[in-house]
C-alpha cells in the first residue's frame, strides 16, 4: 500500500424547504456553494454566485425527453441551453465568482465523469481525461468501477478532485487519488491510496 499526504473534507448536509420545492443543498464547512442535484428531489434553480446565469434542472416526462436534463438560463437575455441528458444522477455547482460551473455526471453504476463548464461560451472541459494524461499511472484503474469527482472549487481558478473505486479482477484493490486541477487543464496530484479489497467491507 502506498499513501501520500490526503486531505479531508467535512460535509454537513442541509434540507431547505421553499415554497413548492426542496432544497437538498451539502455545504461544506468552508462555505461551499449549494448543489444543484438531479434527479432526485424537486427541481430547484440554482443562480451563479454573480446573478447573471441559473442552472436548473427539467425532470424527466415520457415521450418528451429521454431522461433528465441540466440546462443553463442567462438571467438578461432568458435564453436557456441544454447542457446534459442524464443516463443516472449528477451533481452541479458554481465556481465563486460564477464564470464556470462544475459537473460530477454520474451515467452508470460503475462510472462517473467530472466536467468544468465555462459559463460564458458553454465550453466543456472533461476533468478526468486531464488528469489520465498528467497521470498515465493511474489509466489502469479505469477499466474497473471508476469515479471523477469534482469535490470543490479553490478559488475561481481550480477544483480539488477525487479519483476513486475498485479494480475487479482478483485478488481487488480498492483505490483513491486526489487532484487539484485548473480550469487550463494543470494537474497537480496530491494523495495516492491503494489497498486490497476487504469482502466484508465497501471501499472508501
Known amino acids: 500500500m502506498r499513501c501520500l499526504t490526503a486531505f479531508v473534507l467535512p460535509l454537513c448536509l442541509s434540507a431547505i424547504a421553499v415554497p413548492g420545492a426542496l432544497v437538498t443543498a451539502f455545504v461544506q464547512e468552508n462555505s461551499r456553494p449549494a448543489e444543484l442535484t438531479l434527479p432526485y428531489g424537486r427541481v430547484q434553480p440554482l443562480p ?26 442567462d438571467n438578461s437575455t432568458g435564453g436557456s441551453r441544454l447542457l446534459l441528458t ?48 498528467a497521470d498515465p499511472e493511474s489509466r489502469h484503474f479505469t477499466k474497473a468501477h471508476a469515479y471523477f469527482n469534482v469535490q470543490r472549487w479553490d478559488g475561481p481558478v481550480h477544483v480539488f478532485v477525487r479519483f476513486y473505486g475498485h479494480t475487479d479482477q482478483t485478488p481487488a484493490q480498492c483505490f483513491e487519488f486526489r487532484y487539484r486541477v485548473s480550469r487550463t487543464g494543470v494537474v497537480e496530484k496530491l494523495s495516492e491510496r491503494v489497498h486490497p479489497m476487504d469482502p466484508n467491507l465497501p471501499c472508501d
Request: glycine share 10%.
Open 48 to 73: 451563479s454566485p454573480d446573478g447573471a446565469h441559473t442552472l436548473y434542472g427539467v425532470e424527466f416526462q415520457d415521450g418528451k425527453n429521454a431522461g433528465s436534463q441540466l440546462w443553463i438560463r
Open 86 to 133: 442524464l443516463g443516472g444522477s449528477m451533481q452541479a455547482f458554481w465556481s465563486p465568482d460564477g464564470n464556470a460551473f462544475s459537473v460530477n455526471d454520474h451515467w452508470a453504476s460503475d462510472r462517473e465523469s467530472a466536467y468544468i463548464y465555462d459559463t460564458e461560451t458553454l465550453k466543456r472541459q472533461n476533468v478526468g481525461e486531464d488528469i489520465l494524461a
